[in-house]
């Protein structure tokens, strides 16, 4: 019944995730401030906003746009940047934003770069249009930002989530589900540590082809018979595995973040608890939305408790199969192109 209640909860998921991983990102503003008082301000907007609806980014009009090709806008990349004067400013600089088209409801986030190369990082919700960049950050919000930045990461990274989910299709057991998860945490802290300290580098693009290869291997191990699978014979040795892996894939979104130059280890520390946070809510959502679902089951089919596994394991495993399939490809053409 376990089984069941672990399978149905990753059905459920995968039906309800879109058909592309990280689709969830934010927009993505960089500002970039000179002594000299230019500053470079670059920006990256999701695909799931319309072109049409392509945000337009501006500093404060006292902030002198410098106008030449490098610095022009790239619509068709979904990018732009520009190169601004902003030595007439007084006080704090802003950013605002505006849809043609109205607000589409997506978060920003603000990576500010000093000119002593301190990075400051600012997350915004949807309604935020007109953002302030304060002068400093204490302690306390560098650890609440990457608190948020690490949960926000983990519930928008369908492909980290789908592995989670069908790990624990095949952990079997309560004993199994806790080695599966303290193995896979415990090995993407270390792997984020080290890619986040530049003490390990692992390129994006081969790292993430490889992640979507990850899924498709637990996606074959849920088609085959429960007790003939590596993940039942080394539940811990392949979750640690695919962890060191998933780690990296972690580090890379911080990577492209930053991190703040005076508070790295606490920065790096709350991201990480943000991502364990984030990982735990899922579990127990599944948890919680399959108990529903059992019940739902048992209410409207008298013969629910002689429901076959495979009825239901083989089905999903075809489906997260393809999908991750789907995503390896077209993440190694992206490699090779």
Request: with cysteine; hydrophobic share 50%.
């Amino acid at each position: 019944m376990s089984r069941i209640l672990l399978v149905l909860s990753g059905l459920i998921v995968f039906l309800s995730t879109p058909l592309f991983a990280h689709e969830g990102r934010p927009l993505f503003i960089e500002i970039e401030e000179k002594e000299t008082g230019a500053v470079f301000l670059k920006w990256r907007v999701p695909s799931t906003i319309d072109r049409n609806n392509a945000p337009q980014i501006t500093l404060p009009e006292v902030c002198e746009r410098v106008q030449s090709p490098e610095t022009a806008a790239s619509p068709a990349l979904n990018i732009g940047q520009g190169l601004y004067d902003c030595r007439a400013l007084e006080g704090a600089l802003s950013v605002s934003i505006t849809y043609p088209r109205g607000n589409p409801a997506v978060s920003s986030l603000v990576r500010v770069i000093r000119p002593s190369g301190e990075v400051q990082v600012i997350r915004n919700g949807p309604d935020a249009i007109l953002i302030d960049i304060p002068n400093a950050e204490d302690a306390g919000s560098v650890a609440s930002e990457y608190l948020k930045l690490g949960i926000e990461h983990i519930l928008t990274g369908y492909d980290h989530l789908l592995f989670v989910a069908c790990l624990l299709m095949l952990a079997g057991t309560v004993r199994r589900v806790l080695l599966i998860v303290t193995g896979f945490t415990l090995a993407h802290s270390v792997t984020l540590a080290l890619a986040a300290l530049d003490i390990v580098s692992v390129p994006v693009a081969p790292l993430e082809a490889v992640i979507a290869l990850s899924i498709v291997f637990v996606a074959a191990e849920l088609a085959r018979p429960a007790r003939d699978t590596l993940t039942w014979r080394y539940p811990i040795l392949i979750s640690s595995g695919f962890g060191l892996l998933h780690g990296f894939g972690f580090a890379a979104v911080l990577g492209e973040i930053g991190l703040p130059q005076t508070e790295v280890p606490l920065a790096l520390l709350f991201f990480n608890l943000g991502v364990e946070v984030g990982q735990i809510a899922f579990i127990l959502c599944l948890v919680a939305i399959t108990f529903v679902g059992l019940r739902a089951i048992a209410f409207v089919k008298e013969d629910a408790k002689t429901w076959g596994l495979s009825e239901v394991t083989l089905p999903a495993a075809y489906l997260v199969g393809s999908l991750a399939a789907f995503w390896t490809i077209e993440r190694f053409i992206a490699v090779v192109a």
